[in-house]
């Protein structure tokens, strides 16, 4: 199964290529150069949403451990940075984040259920964004069909979510360790059943704060929707202005549909194809509809590449410390 998040990263460099060599590479190329370094302004209107999503991760700590901002905001930057640029089906991100609070002195059992409930609260927010987004399609009349073709697989999604709710409350942690341990033989198991049982359980305190719970969904919701502004900007510098509508509609869908092709790094692929089929409902031609999606992955380059770098240098320098007593 390893081999699946390279190769969805595979199938979408391919899709994303194949839609940008179809609708013409050097015209969408020519729009972005056109336009010219004011783009770089569009990561800063993202930047807030990263804000919004640290707070949400830190509600789900109880008060005496829970991190500081500033190591929140850390250890969430350069999880985002694995989940995009590696082919780890959004997941390797998460452990890096629990990882990096338990090197500052988070308890392991803690940083793991929270990184477990964040998730959760990741996939909720999906489909209240999503769901949105197809009342904004509806509203603006573009493609009723479109939009209940939408509606069946956000069902779907829903009942995925409510199963993800129930597993973690019964111990998920626990049932994967029982589970790994028939196909697994080794002598220790008994340490492994006791440190899952104990993230499970804070897996449970969480949920027993339940307005803690609700506030973080609200807070990435509220984040997702500030991100609207990178795509209102985007079309308006490259000589297309839209409506806030339109572009909450537009980012919505997108972000949704990149997100719930998590085997494919960000989306690669997915979200280009996503614009083309919607952006060309709003009166855009093709290669703008590219335009403004590569547009949008700019803060890619300026936030997500320097965090996969650091992670690597960091992890490199625990290394040699981990080394250095052997070495002396």
Request: hydrophobic share 55%.
């Amino acid at each position: 199964m390893r081999f699946l998040p390279y190769l969805g990263l595979i199938c979408g460099l391919l899709l994303l290529g194949g839609l940008l060599i179809w609708q013409g590479l050097m015209d969408v190329i020519t729009l972005l150069l056109d336009t010219g370094w004011i783009l770089l302004v569009l990561p800063l209107v993202w930047l807030p949403n990263a804000l919004f999503a640290t707070e949400s991760w830190r509600l789900l700590f109880s008060n005496e451990h829970r991190p500081s901002f500033r190591h929140a905001g850390f250890a969430m930057w350069l999880g985002r940075s694995v989940n995009n640029l590696l082919p780890v089906a959004s997941l390797g991100g998460e452990v890096v984040k629990a990882r990096m609070l338990i090197v500052w002195d988070n308890t392991p059992d803690e940083a793991m259920a929270s990184v477990l409930v964040d998730k959760t609260v990741q996939t909720i927010t999906v489909i209240i964004w999503g769901l949105i987004g197809i009342a904004l399609l509806l509203y603006l009349a573009l493609d009723d069909y479109l939009a209940l073709m939408a509606l069946g697989g956000f069902g779907i999604l829903t009942l995925c979510a409510s199963g993800l709710l129930l597993l973690q409350k019964h111990g998920a942690f626990h049932l994967a360790t029982r589970l790994a341990e028939k196909l697994i033989k080794s002598d220790n198991w008994e340490g492994i059943h006791v440190s899952a049982r104990g993230i499970d359980e804070k897996v449970r305190i969480i949920y027993k704060h339940k307005h803690r719970f609700a506030f973080a969904i609200f807070l990435k919701v509220c984040g997702a929707m500030i991100q609207t502004g990178e795509v209102w900007l985007a079309c308006y510098l490259l000589g297309f202005p839209i409506s806030l509508i339109e572009a909450l509609m537009l980012k919505s869908l997108t972000s949704t549909l990149a997100d719930m092709a998590f085997l494919i790094p960000n989306g690669y692929g997915v979200q280009e194809g996503t614009y083309l089929l919607l952006a060309t409902l709003l009166g855009m031609s093709p290669e703008l509809a590219l335009a403004v999606s590569l547009a949008t992955r700019i803060r890619e380059l300026i936030f997500d590449l320097p965090g996969l770098l650091t992670w690597h240098f960091i992890e490199g320098k625990l290394l040699l410390e981990r080394r250095r007593p052997a070495i002396d």
